[in-house]
């Protein structure tokens, strides 16, 4: 069974920085792709971004040029890296396994909140 276990959220100041974690297991986790996802009160879950086992990526608009993921197969961890946050990225952060570089696959973690205010 995969369990997908995220961590990093907090309370940030508008400009600020955060870098979440998202270790996998029961899974080979090299040939897996992962993604990001978030979901603000109100409103649906939407991507935030995908990476491949091959390491290729995909952003949303909302995102590019602020946020980075990236994975660490040795440590069957994925990160999102975000940068220049802003009160609209407040929401709660969900890691995705499986799927593919544009669609999530059907496994995901219990989410962590980050909320973006002054």
């Known amino acids: 069974q995969v369990q997908l276990v995220e961590s990093g959220g907090g309370l940030v100041q508008p400009g600020g920085s955060l870098r979440l974690s998202c270790a996998a297991s029961?899974?080979?986790?090299?040939?897996?792709?992962m993604g990001w996802y978030r979901q603000a009160p109100g409103k649906r879950r939407e991507l935030v971004a995908r990476?491949?086992?091959?390491?290729?990526?995909n952003y949303a608009e909302s995102v590019k040029g602020r946020f980075t993921i990236s994975r660490d197969n040795a440590k069957n961890t994925v990160y999102l890296q975000m940068n220049s946050l802003k009160p609209e990225d407040t929401a709660v952060y969900y890691c995705?396994?499986?799927?593919?570089?544009?669609?999530?696959?059907?496994?995901w973690g219990q989410g962590t909140q980050v909320t973006v205010s002054s």
């Open positions: 029961g899974t080979i986790f090299s040939f897996y792709a």
């Open positions: 995705n396994g499986g799927g593919t570089i544009f669609f999530p696959g059907d496994d």
């Open positions: 990476i491949t086992s091959g390491g290729s990526t």
